[in-house]
């Protein structure tokens, strides 16, 4: 069955960098495009970066471009969200989505998500 | 960036009610609208693709509608695992984007 493991989650200080981690299993990264999507404490979800199935194609929210990196290894059916630069405001818990198909119509699996909390 | 707002924020309900929830989008986005539920620390879980396209295992008393920039999610008996959060996402363009959400509570 499908499942989506995030780590990499932690207590972090302003302008230091930290790498999300996202095992799959149970289906083959290779036919997939994949997200990242955050949640804030008490707040709703925001959509953070999309890397597509074969990796040629990814895009960011403007609130983490220039400062977080998404990846991917198919080989290995991993997905990566590489942040740098945290600003207090990225604190939240971080999802991993799958995609329903190769095209982005939504997210039919999700990680249990990790915390990232950024704080002096 | 295309913004999507919820009515209503908050809405308080019985078992066995009949249920609509709102999304409007502040421009067209034909039918590339999701919606998912959430319960209070647990990840998001998809209900509805393509704005009426019921995923796979989600029971049928759950239905989604319109196109364009009015979207209605309607649960047509509540059930008590249906008290949770609701979002909206629109996936017509980049950056995608949620609405702020509905909390369906018992009343």
């Known amino acids: 069955q499908v499942q989506l493991v995030e780590s990499g989650g932690g207590v972090v200080q302003p302008g230091r960098s930290l790498r999300l981690s996202c095992a799959a299993s149970?289906?083959?990264?290779?036919?997939?495009?994949m997200h990242w999507v955050r949640q804030a404490p008490g707040k709703s979800l925001e959509w953070v970066a999309i890397?597509?199935?074969?990796?040629?194609?990814?895009d960011y929210a403007e609130s983490v471009k220039g400062r977080f990196t998404i990846s991917r290894d198919n080989s290995d059916n991993m997905l990566y969200l590489q942040m740098s630069s945290l600003r207090v405001e990225d604190t939240a818990v971080y999802y991993c989505?799958?995609?329903?198909?190769?095209?982005?119509?939504?997210?039919?699996?999700w990680g249990q998500g990790t915390l990232v909390t950024v704080s002096s | 960036d295309i913004q999507l707002t919820q009515s209503p924020s908050f809405l308080s309900a019985s078992v066995g009610d009949r249920v609509t929830i709102t999304c409007r989008a502040s421009?067209?986005?034909?039918?590339?609208l999701a919606w998912y539920q959430q319960n209070p620390g647990k990840a998001p879980k998809l209900l509805i693709y393509?704005?009426?396209t019921l995923q796979s295992g989600v029971p049928s008393r759950f239905s989604g509608s319109g196109s364009g920039t009015e979207f209605t999610l309607t649960i047509s008996s509540l059930q008590p695992e249906d008290f949770a959060t609701y979002y909206c996402?629109?996936?017509?363009?980049?950056?995608?984007?949620f609405g702020p959400g509905t909390k369906v509570d018992i009343k």
């Open positions: 421009q067209g986005i034909s039918s590339y």
């Open positions: 890397s597509s199935y074969d990796g040629t194609y990814k």
């Open positions: 996402q629109q996936v017509q363009t980049y950056p995608l984007t």
């Open positions: 989505a799958k995609d329903v198909g190769i095209a982005s119509t939504g997210c039919d699996s």
């Open positions: 393509s704005a009426s």
């Open positions: 149970g289906f083959s990264l290779s036919f997939y495009g």
